[in-house]
């Protein structure tokens, strides 16, 4: 079945410093790709998708690259903040119906010092 | 205000109970979900709905029955619970056609003794 594999289970930085967290898909065809966030007590948050090769999402300073040769959607940031301290979950859907499931990864923790 | 209503946010049961997690939304969509987060298996979907019909179910237990009385209501009973249901349990909705972003709740956590 489709899957999404987040390498980092925690990423630790400070402030201004740049993020990375990966993220690798296995799918059929042309799934959509997602970033959502999640903070304590919250249910999840979407930040962006990219639904086609080469496609960039972004929002909030965060992008993401569909990458289809590489099977990922690997999320950035420049400059980190304190307040971008949260859960970051990588997910893929199918490309074209609604009422369909999303599949997340792991969820990468994200933890921002002064 | 808030656009997704989850009721209630806590939950307490005692083991062999049944229980409704209530679900509304108001942004107008025509897809609803139910996705179920735990220590040992984040953010698992479990249901979803599209105009008010099953489309697809991902739950191998049939104690965990969707029930949509309204085009904006999903809720969630779960019969004869047990402690490994204990999880936080969210809605979702996203417009309907398409690739489309699903919008979650607040979540209700669920324990069960």
């Known amino acids: 079945g489709d899957s999404v594999t987040q390498t980092e289970g925690q990423v630790a930085l400070s402030e201004e410093d740049f993020l990375t967290i990966h993220c690798n898909y296995s799918?059929?065809?042309?799934?959509?790709l997602f970033w959502y966030v999640q903070y304590p007590g919250e249910g999840p948050q979407f930040l962006f998708r990219?639904?086609?090769?080469?496609e960039k999402g972004s929002s909030r300073g965060f992008e993401a690259t569909y990458d289809k040769g590489t099977t990922s959607f690997h999320l950035r940031k420049a400059s980190v903040q304190e307040s971008d301290s949260a859960v970051y979950y990588c997910?893929?859907?199918?490309?074209?119906?609604?009422?369909?499931?999303?599949?997340f990864g792991q969820g990468t923790i994200l933890k921002v010092y002064l | 205000d808030p656009k997704i209503i989850q009721k209630p946010k806590y939950l307490v049961a005692v083991t062999g109970s049944e229980k409704i997690l209530i679900c509304e939304q108001y942004?107008?969509?025509?897809?609803m979900y139910w996705y179920r987060q735990s220590a040992k298996k984040p953010l698992e979907f479990m249901f979803s709905?599209?105009?008010?019909?099953?489309?697809d179910n991902q739950t191998a237990s049939s104690r965990f029955q969707p029930q949509s009385s309204k085009k904006n209501h999903l809720d969630l009973q779960i019969t004869a619970l047990k402690p490994d249901d204990s999880a936080t349990y969210f809605c979702?909705?996203?417009?309907?056609?398409?690739?489309?972003?699903?919008?979650f709740g607040p979540g209700t956590r669920l324990t069960v003794l």
């Open positions: 709905y599209s105009y008010q019909k099953l489309m």
């Open positions: 990219a639904s086609r090769d080469k």
């Open positions: 997910a893929l859907g199918p490309p074209t119906s609604s009422g369909q499931k999303l599949v």
């Open positions: 799918a059929s065809g042309y799934p959509a």
């Open positions: 979702a909705s996203s417009q309907d056609g398409g690739a489309r972003e699903q919008y």
């Open positions: 942004l107008g969509h025509n897809a």
